[in-house]
């Protein structure tokens, strides 16, 4: 909706801006990432609802606008720190949207008096959810600028020109592989440039600042996710500007044949099989970062396409001849090999189930999990499963709704006259639109901040601060108050390092009854391996993460969980300074059926 109404706001063309919003639903990762809980969705909806104010503004002269722009950009803020990268742009879009407005006022005096109340308005809506994060940071990590992202601020230690060259060229995780409107964008930028001067600059600053960011971070690549995650924020500012463009190409036919046969080719190969299924099982496949990466037979789209048409083929065999011998599990070793039986082998979608370790990969997610047959024929199409195993009609013809949405959306957009060269103009719906914005925004962030300082006000109670042989301190935990049988505890242990440490160390964690009886346990060096302590220096903060299996038949009632830190060579404890002691107890759990 916000990039329909953006793209009005600068072409004033109805059925331009409904092309743009349909080439942003199906040729972007938009699609994919609005099945998941990661943070860029939201986070892109606030930022480009901060943008969209902006450009209102100019038409309906009203502060409220400006007061919706502060706060959709706050709301990023709170939704993701890093959503900081955007200031540049949004302030310089602020100051060419309001150095137009304040030289054409020949009134010194009403002009300077003007823009204080913009910049207020403005400041006001961002202060409000930024205000509630800095608080929230205070009550729980004893800091306002303390995030809980503990080494997520160090990580800045890899060659920018190695983040370029995969989120641009590698074959794994380019934005132009991943985002159809990214082949365009430098054509597309030229022509903007032309018309829209203002928009052209802060989207290039957008994407640019937002690429050399990420590019700088050892993890750009975001992985454990579908393409470059960290880019998806971007993808607006990818697809506006092609309204500069396609107007151009539309009216040549070999354009118009060359644009619909790659985008119904890029889409059948890359967006459908990501739709189809999870798009992330890549990630379990056990082949190396470097192959997924760089490694064209090894990229994450063609594995998703292999897997989809193993998945056609599984279901094919389920619907129309279902196997009736039983199928023997998988024995084998993770990685290249499991693939190639999983995606050459007919089996049941249901089955067979793995015989592995329950051992933990390094996203902190268990082999088991990863390694079933069911989780790699995952269709995420629900409209599919609602039909297939609902025997409730009317829930069936409640799920097809979303999809008659689109019909609509298909019909409207035929439907819809051009508008060109006549300047949009707001409607008193439009006028009020921003207190509708505003009052739902606000309701959002009291339900939020009702949330946010319950918990923060139970986890500051978290705070340890223990020193273990003056070396490594243990600042923080978190963990749920009841949990399953046969479930997993997640345990959160925020670290801080005090002295260089030249020896690694494991963490443990156990699980104790009433009789201090160890039940369950889980040792693992920090982050799974990945970040040992040897590699820590003094300040070094981390958030560490161990899951915790209890057994499917622990009988219920309340568990004590201790951890502690030790050399997996020599086998010895740290102590606990002024205690003596080598573990620290973290209170109990209840475990309930």
Known sequence: MLIYLFALQLFSNRKLAMCLALVYGFFTMAWPYSKYTFSEPPQTLCILLSFYALKAYTSSKSMSWLLLSGLGYGMAILTKVASAVFAPAILL???????????????????????????????IGFALPVGTMLLYNTIRFGHPLLTGYGSAFNLFDSSILVGLHGLLLSTGKSIFLYSLPAVLSIPAFIYLMRSHRNEAVVFLLAIVSNLLFYASLSYWHGDTAWGPRYLVPIEPYLVL????????????????????????????????????????TYIGTGTPHILRYYSPVDSPIVFNLRNVISLVRNWSINWFAPATEVLPPYQGEPGKVYVDWLLTTKHSVKGPDLVLSDTNTWCGLSVTYFYSAHFFHLVDAWWWYIARYNNNGWLTLLGLIPLGLVAYVLYAFRRSRRLDDIPVQPTAMAQRAPTWLISLLAVFLIATNAILFSSARADSARRLNIDFASVIRLCSYSMPHRVRAGHTIELRLYWECLQPVAIDYSIFAHLLDANGTMVAQKDSSPVNGRDPTSGWYPG?????????????DLEPGQYEIIVGIYDSQTMERLTIDAVGTSQVSLGTITVTQ
């Open 540 to 552: 070094y903060q981390i958030a560490d993460f161990l899951h915790i299996q209890v057994p499917p």
């Open 93 to 123: 879009y602020f100051i060419l949207l309001m150095l137009s407005e304040y030289r054409a006022n020949p009134n010194k005096r009403a002009r300077n008096a003007r823009f204080i109340r913009q910049v207020l308005y403005m400041g």
């Open 241 to 280: 500007p092609l309204g500069a463009l396609l107007p151009t190409l539309w009216r040549r036919r070999g354009w118009r044949i060359s644009l619909a046969v790659v985008a119904a080719v890029w889409f059948l190969l890359v967006q459908a099989p990501a739709v189809i299924t999870d798009p992330r």
